[in-house]
Structures are given as C-alpha cells and as structure tokens.
C-alpha cells in the first residue's frame, strides 16, 4: 500500500473498499462513516488484526475490521460497558453497597448488590433510571495508566479486596484502569469509548440479584425474553456456596493456596465433592429404576460427559446394578441421507443425522427384554454395518446414553417419559477473577477443549478456535433449550482446573500467529490465564478426575 503523501494515510475497511484520512485519524471518527450500513453499534475495531478502542489513532496505512455489539468481541465490550454503568449506579444510590458480577443466566448477566438490607423491586427501577441518565449523558470511559500500589489504594477505598488480593500477582508494575464519571474501575478487557453507546439493555429482578440483559447477535440485535432457568440457578448458588466453605470464590484465592503449597488438600476437597455427587445421582437412579429405566446424559462440549458416564456407571454397579450403554454416534444415517446446513455442508450435530426410527425401535425391544443387533457406524465409509453384536438386558438394568441430544424428547420419542432419567452437565465456572471480572462458562471449557484437541486430535489452536462459533452455534439449537428438561444437573467445573490448563493452553496459544484471524481471541485468552499462577503439581489429582479426561493421564 503506497501513501499518497505524509499527511494522509490510506485505510482498508473490510468490505467496504480503500479510503483516505488525515494520519492521526481516530478510529471512532472512521466508523462514524460506516455506522449507517449496520443494523448495531460498532464498538471497537480490529486494526491489522489486532483488536483496538475507537479511541485510538491511526498513523500508518492500515486494514480494519469494524466490530459490532453483536459480534462476538464486540457484544464483550458492550456488556463490560454496561456493568460499568451499573456498579456505578448501584453505588450512587445504595451508598456504601458492593456489586458482584456472579455468572450468566438466561443470556444475561446475573448480578448482586450487597447492601444493609434486601434490594427490591423498586430499587431495580430505580438503578436502571439512573443507568439512562448516565448514558443519556454520554459520559467518555477514559483509560489511565497507573502505578499498581496506586491502584491498590483505589481499590481498598472501594472495599473491593478481589481487586486488590489479584494486583499482588501483577508482573508489570503498571496497571489500566478506566474512570466513568467520579468512578474508576478494573476490567480485563476493552471497554467503549462512552456510556452514549449503550442504548439497549434492561434490568430484571431475579431475587435476591438482578439480570442485567443486553443485544445478542443471536437475537439479530434484539434483546430476549427472560426465561426461568431454575435448575441451572440452583446449581451455580449451590456452587458459590462451596466457594464460600472453601474460601475461594476469586483467583487470588486459588492463586494463594498455589503459592503457598496449599493445594494438595483443597483438589482432594474438590475431587470428593464431584464423587459425592455423582454417588448422589447414582443413589437416585437406583432408587427409582423400576421406572426410569433409560439414563440420558447431555451438556455442551468439554464438559466432561464421557469421564462423568464412566463414573457414574462405577457408582451404580456400587449399587448393584449392572449398567449398559448404546452409543449414539452407531445410529447415524448413512452418509447420503446427512442433513446439510447453511453452507451446505453434512450437519452431524442435527437430530436427523441419526436414524430416529431405527433407534427408537431398538430401544424399545431392549426395553422390552427382547435381544437387539446394535449396529457399528463406518467412519470411513460412511455407512452403517451389522457385525453380530447382539444386546440384551434384565429388568432394572440401567441402559445408559451419552450425546448431546438426549435430553430432546424427540431423540427417544417412543420411550415415555417416566421411564427416563435426564442428566445436564455442564462446566459451570464457580471462580470469578475478581468482584467484576466473571470467568464466563465458556472460556472455560473453550480452554478444555484446544488442550484435548491438541492432545488427542492433534488439532492446533487456530484450528478449535476456528470451529468454536459454529460448535457454540450447535448448543444454542441443540442443547441449552432442553437443559431445564433435565431431573439432575452435574457441575462438572473444578475449582482449581484453570490453574492446572494454564500451561498446557498457554504455549498452545502463543503459536497463533499475528497474521492470523484467530490472533486477537488467542491474545484475550492468554491475558485471561495470565492472572492464574500455573498449578505444576498434578500428584494429587486422581486418574479418575474430569480434569484428566483434558490434560491425560486418566484411568478411561
């Protein structure tokens, strides 16, 4: 690219063609001129593939792509933004309040105001007024580079002791932080340039916390109806209330008992509670196998499905029984008849890539008493094949099936529905980085999963971080919608897992190259690990852990 001359620079802007501007051009001033051909707000950018504030100037000639609230990176910033605005205006109205950014609910974000009494109603009108106002006065988020010790002193002033517990682990001796109005704050991410873009949101009481709703690009930019997720919201209080026991509900915790050569016991502790629960769910399915017969077991991606079966099988032959299980992967139709998706391409994660029919039919003489021929599936040909594999169980014989549709009733739709048992499980991220820095769900099991590719795939990163949205795609169709379905829901997330994948994810993600369009998502996970110190002792965790089902070493 050749400039025309030394005061103007030319700029690339992703399908939109090559422009002229002044060199020093802000970025915001550059997506002013685009803002009309997009349907949400663009709130940060990537500038030779690397991810930048609008509040940022260009010298050089330059290839940018403009991000969205929808988009992925962009709906990050946006809700980062809006939780900025929202601490802000707890504070101003519950003087002397604390907020906790706890987890996602209902493709929100579930948060609690800790206050001299119960907030209400009211109060949540109230707040949410008062966020409007801040917006509606399009107050900058100004950065400001500072020294730790000073940020220290900010932080203590704010009775915020997860920020302050972290900066001891800071390595450099300077830290970002942004100032919204008279408030100053730390995130581990971009935020926008002001609060006058954060016009969509909403606030929903959801004792004794509130949502905080916003955009979704799955929603075309709409924000969702609030869904009751009951059962999911039991099992993440019933998590922070372990982190609680345990004393660790934020990475400085963790990153204590690391230092300190504390961890041995706290696995241990970890490890026995995930065995208890399972013996749990292992207890109730004995307890009622005269009726519920047909286990199922769903969750997304790398929350430990197959480790989790291989347990609870353990725990329900402790109990006497002797379990069965039929995979679902042997019932796929034949490669011909694959469902194709947008693109064109076999969808393997649709319902009808497996044989409905057949399976159904299958099941149904099994439960019977009657002897099936359980089909084997040709991965290389594509084809089904028979090869004498006969199956036949007693009454009271758990027959068990793993896969990500099991909890949709159309998957088994000729078994009743009191004769099945449904499991959910799922990696549901108890640890927070600090009071309003959450560990999204997702990050952890996106970490999980490029050190199982890499180990047993032999995919690199760019390769899952590739495949991600499409794979997050598939659980928002096939999985999330039923979870509710489910009689129990596992937590199949350890306390202390992020500190063991640090270095195992770490060199993993520092190959991804700058050029690469997978760079700036590499570069934001590897800021995440780096608030962990890496938990180089593995002796204490048991062979049998979900955790090894990822990194190795385990005994299935």
């Not at 509040?55 to 000639?61: A, T």
Request: overall charge negative.
């Amino acid at each position: 690219m050749t400039k025309t001359n030394q005061s103007t620079i030319n700029v690339v802007v992703e399908n939109r063609g090559t422009f002229q501007y002044d060199k020093g051009v802000m970025i915001e001033d550059i997506c002013k001129g685009f803002q009309s051909d997009h349907n949400n707000i663009i709130v940060a950018a990537l500038v030779d593939n690397d991810l930048k504030e609008l509040h940022n100037r260009l010298d050089d000639d330059s290839e940018i792509k403009l991000l969205t609230a929808t988009s992925p990176i962009g709906s990050r910033i946006y809700q980062r933004s809006l939780v900025f605005v929202f601490i802000r205006a707890c504070m101003e109205l519950l003087s002397g309040c604390r907020v906790s950014v706890e987890h996602s609910i209902s493709k929100g974000l579930y948060c609690e105001v800790h206050y001299k009494r119960k907030i209400d109603e009211k109060d949540v009108e109230r707040i949410e007024e008062r966020m409007k106002e801040i917006i509606e006065e399009d107050v900058p988020f100004s950065k400001s580079r500072i020294p730790v010790n000073e940020a220290k002193d900010i932080f203590k002033d704010y009775n915020q002791d997860g920020k302050v517990r972290l900066l001891k682990y800071r390595e450099k001796p300077y830290i970002n932080i942004y100032q919204c109005g008279w408030l100053k704050n730390y995130f581990y991410g971009y935020m926008a340039p002001s609060t006058g873009y954060l016009k969509k949101f909403k606030l929903k009481y959801y004792e004794p916390g509130i949502v905080i709703q916003y955009p979704r690009g799955d929603m075309g930019g709409e924000i969702p109806e609030f869904e009751e997720h009951q059962k999911l919201f039991k099992v993440f209080r019933e998590s922070e209330k372990w982190g609680e026991i345990l004393e660790i509900d934020h990475v400085a915790s963790l990153n204590d008992l690391i230092v300190s050569k504390k961890e041995g016991e706290f696995i241990r502790v970890a490890e026995a509670l995930h065995e208890k629960k399972i013996a749990e769910i292992a207890d109730v399915i004995h307890k009622n196998i005269d009726e519920k017969q047909l286990i199922l077991i769903a969750g997304p991606t790398s929350s430990g499905k197959t480790t989790f079966a291989q347990r609870l099988m353990i725990q329900l032959k402790v109990n006497g029984l002797k379990p069965i299980s039929i995979s679902m992967d042997d019932y796929f139709v034949n490669r011909e008849l694959t469902p194709l998706d947008e693109e064109g391409k076999f969808d393997f994660e649709s319902l009808y890539a497996v044989d409905l029919d057949l399976f159904n039919r299958d099941l149904q003489e099994l439960l019977k008493g009657n002897e099936i021929e359980v089909p084997t599936f040709n991965f290389h040909t594509g084809q089904r094949e028979y090869k004498g594999i006969k199956l036949k169980i007693n009454h009271g014989q758990p027959v068990i099936i793993e896969g990500i549709h099991a909890l949709n009733e159309e998957l088994t739709r000729s078994i009743s529905k009191e004769s099945k048992f449904k499991i959910y499980i799922s990696a549901l991220t108890q640890l927070n980085v600090d009071e309003h820095n959450r560990i999204p769900t997702t990050d952890t099991r996106l970490i999980r999963r490029i050190v199982r590719d890499y180990k047993y795939r032999s995919n690199d990163a760019t390769r899952t971080l590739s495949l991600w949205q499409s794979v997050r795609r598939g659980e928002e169709k096939n999985i999330f919608p039923f979870q509710e379905e489910a009689d129990v829901m596992f937590n199949s997330a350890l306390f202390y897992e992020l500190g063991t994948l640090k270095k195992y994810a770490e060199p993993l993600l520092r190959q991804v190259e700058t050029t690469n369009p997978y760079y700036s998502e590499a570069k934001r996970l590897l800021k995440f690990l780096s608030y962990f110190v890496a938990l180089d002792n593995e002796i204490d965790i048991p062979r049998t852990s979900i955790i090894r089902e990822f990194i190795g070493g385990g005994a299935f």
